[in-house]
């Protein structure tokens, strides 16, 4: 039987404390009023930073079972109901809007949260007019992606019959039609859908309401920015994605691409109510995998505030040891090899190439990573952690 507890706070005191790992509960506010505090302040989601009755406060941390992201102190006198995460499959049982309302801020924050990241790291804007679903058949058939271009040709053509590109769309559709293995270019009620590899399942400003569930292969979620594809993700098996444009009912702010062939369970606005209401393993399940992206967006967000580049290095590389929730202790110094090379780590900070020699050689000169056949290896990953939350905690203090 649920039984949730009730918790009284006083104003002025703490609810949670960013960084600190307890997150194994998250709170609903009853009454009063509170405050989130960030060490490192970005301009985005939550707009306002203001909480109140029915709003909810540590639930990302807690359902992905990190550190906190933010402080949050008591404006007045408050009471708010705890909810254990071993509480939540039950809570989404007996009360399906609380998990609707969860998942629905979740994903209008992880729009917010994308937006701010592109305008951040790359100074740009993503763009969602008109043409971009152009510009996206336009990258994938230069390089030659003739499924993808495909795919985005014909959804151009089908939003935009009368568009300035429009003919030579029509022309490119017809010459790449022939030679294309492209699948489902029309939405279909089967639940079970299979593509080959480089077939587009989604692009980019497209407008839909499916979500996708991967039954098998791989999946990656791209942009087309300034001419170039930047690569958000690459998913597995077991993960989800389109659940945005599902539960906002708003255009598609990425593409989706068969990273090798993949089989997929598709979720439409009439199974999904179907699954909230029956299936609240599987809505905890898509609740934490939201949490876990929303978690690491905020720190990415944070790193991209950071001006020190050799910080902005051990900040991503703590962020990727604090993805793999490896057990940490003064005692025992806990070692990990990364897949990741020392390039690669400077291009997710966003480093300018120009410069990521001179950075990098610094870096590595500090001797708190090696690179082992151009793979970076940290030898002790909590010396890596407590130096990143150092180089924060300084532009933290100089705001």
Known sequence: MLQLSFVNYRKGSYILVEGKPDSSRFFIIQRGQAQCIREIDFATAPKSNILGPG????????????????????LTDL??????????????EKNTPVAMKIIRVFAARMREMNETLLKMALQKESNNTETQLYNVAVYYDKVREIDAATYAYYHYLKTHPTG????????????????????????KDDMIREYPQGAMIFAESQSGQDMYIIQEGQVKITKIIDTKEVVLAVLKKGDFFGEMALLENLPRSASAIAHEKC??????????????????????????????RLWSMYRQVTNTRLTDPIGKLYDMLALEIEKQRLPLSEASPTSLQLDISPQELANMCTIPPEEQYSI??????????????NKLFVPNCLEIIKHAAYYRKQKATKK
């Open 55 to 74: 709003d909810f406060v540590g639930v990302i941390p807690c359902m992905s079972n990190h550190n906190q992201i933010e402080s949050v102190v008591a």
């Open 79 to 92: 009471v708010a109901i705890s909810v254990r995460r071993d509480q939540y499959s039950e809570l989404i």
């Open 164 to 187: 300035k590109q429009a003919e030579t769309a029509k022309k490119r559709f017809i010459i790449l039609q022939e030679r294309s293995k492209a699948v489902h270019l029309e939405p």
């Open 263 to 292: 089989k997929l369970m598709v979720i439409n606005r009439k199974n999904f109510d179907q699954l909230v209401s029956t299936q609240s393993q599987m809505i905890s399940r898509l609740t934490t995998t939201l949490a876990e």
């Open 360 to 373: 990098l050689d610094i870096f590595i000169k500090e001797q708190r990573v090696k690179v082992i056949k």
